[in-house]
């Protein structure tokens, strides 16, 4: 007999019985409370409680250890993995990124070290809740009343708990524009005062929080908070910029990272000095992976060719960029120029019905080139892409027209062409 599968919720609340039978206590907390009682799915489950990670281990069969020294084990019993942390006070951050040390303590002190009161509730799944949650609610730091009031509060002083952690501020940031809530005044002025601080952060670190800001829908509230706070000019690398951003707020909600970024690169400096040294300062920025590096460059060279060229171009050019596989995109990063995306959209309709397509199969291929005595070499991929080109303008209808016209190309782009012909 099979067994449905164990949702998260449930396997953490297998995790919370089994301390508490045991006499512990424990409770949900950080995110998953929070995003429970704002009516969200949360997508992991985090377990707070005053067993020790010894303890934790002695009572869970299966159990690894990913930070034992922050006291964090774990447990995988049936269903996802549940992380279930001892309750803790920070040390001090010397380094202010991680604290130096910690020490084992209750609730209410492992609230006071979590960075947001929306992020610091607990919630214990086995009492009774009141009618809206599924289970009571335990608040040190006044975090429900900032829930229902859409704030993002630091929990305590907040120039000290900015101070302390740097990336707290692009977490305030990423929750109040994820969760359309306001940043509240004093938080607000802590992050402004720290925010040049942030070059001391790890820039992948950077990088993954704005990965999650920009996929995310709120992504233009993002930046103006990024912005606000002046948070912009060290995440990016560059100077401060306040530029209105339409071509953001044009993205679809789905868009990709690098989209985004595009988007914003157009945005913040213009097609024409968004070139590859942005691209370049970017990466290393925000530690894009490879495929993000060229997708970014991809969009923003494709992009720049398309406005720089397309009235002037003619139909093999037109069909080249119409088939790369950036155009949708570079679309997407032109559509409030609508006098031009109209016009391109027009005229790839109409290029899409002669000779083939945008994008034929290519009636002659190097093999075909080769067969009939050209010599690879030098200019012989150019030579390729000529008789291609001819093809796409409706110039050759099929492969004997195609060597001719390579014959005809050859002398030029200095192909040499032996005797010996199929
Ligand atoms: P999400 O997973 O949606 O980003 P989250 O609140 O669950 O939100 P996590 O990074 O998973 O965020 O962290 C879990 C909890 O740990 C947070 O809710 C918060 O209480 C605490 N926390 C995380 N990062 C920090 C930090 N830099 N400083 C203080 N507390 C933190
Ligand atoms: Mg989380």
Redesign the pocket.
């Known amino acids: 007999m099979t067994h449905p599968p164990i949702d998260a919720r449930k396997a953490a609340e297998n995790v919370v019985r089994r301390l508490a039978g045991a006499g512990h206590v424990a409770y949900f907390?950080?995110?998953?409370v929070?995003?429970e009682l704002l009516g969200l799915h949360p997508?992991?489950y985090?377990v707070a409680t005053d067993a020790t990670p010894d303890r934790i281990r002695s009572l869970f069969r299966r159990t690894s250890e990913v930070g034992v020294a922050f006291g964090v084990v774990l447990v995988r019993e049936a269903g996802p993995t549940i992380e279930v942390a001892t309750f803790r006070a920070d040390g001090p951050y010397s380094d202010r990124r991680r604290p130096d040390s910690v020490t084992f303590s209750d609730a209410r002190s492992d609230a006071s070290?979590?960075?947001?009161t929306i992020?610091?509730l607990f919630l214990d799944p086995l009492s009774p809740g009141d009618g809206q949650t599924q289970g009571r609610v335990i608040d040190f730091v006044g975090g429900l009343e900032d829930l229902r009031a859409g704030v993002v509060r630091a929990v305590g002083d907040p120039g000290h708990r900015l101070g302390e952690?740097h990336?707290?501020a692009l977490?305030g940031v990423?929750?109040a524009a994820r969760l359309g809530f306001e940043i509240e005044h004093g938080t607000f002025a802590a992050m402004r005062a720290h925010a040049s601080d942030l070059v001391g952060v790890s820039r992948e670190r950077i990088g993954d929080e704005m990965r999650?800001m920009l996929t995310h829908p709120s992504r233009v509230r993002a930046v103006r908070l990024l912005v606000e706070a002046g948070l912009d000019s060290p995440v990016f690398n560059e100077v401060a910029s306040s530029a209105p951003t339409p071509t953001l707020e044009n993205q679809e909600a789905s868009a990709s990272f690098a989209q985004c970024l595009a988007a914003l690169a157009i945005d913040r400096h213009g097609l024409e000095v968004a070139d590859n040294a942005l691209v370049r300062r970017w990466r290393l920025a925000l530690v894009l992976s490879n495929e993000e590096r060229d997708e970014l460059a991809g969009l923003l060279n494709l992009t720049r060719e398309i406005v720089q060229g397309w009235a002037g171009a003619g139909v093999a050019q037109r069909k080249r960029w119409a088939s790369n596989g950036h155009f949708q995109g570079s679309l997407s990063l032109i559509s409030h120029m609508s006098g031009l995306l109209d016009r391109i959209r027009t005229d790839v309709d109409g290029l899409s019905t002669i000779a083939g397509g945008l994008a034929p199969a290519a009636l002659v291929s190097g093999d075909d080139l080769i067969a009939a005595g050209f010599r690879p070499g030098p200019g012989f991929g150019d030579l390729l892409d000529r008789v291609y080109d001819a093809q796409l303008e409706g110039e050759i209808r099929d492969r004997a027209e195609g060597i001719r016209r390579a014959a005809e190309l050859a002398s030029d782009i200095g192909v040499q062409r032996t005797g010996r012909q199929c």
């Open positions: 907390a950080g995110g998953c929070r995003d997508t992991d985090d070290r979590r960075d947001f992020n610091a952690d990336l707290r977490r990423r929750f999650r």
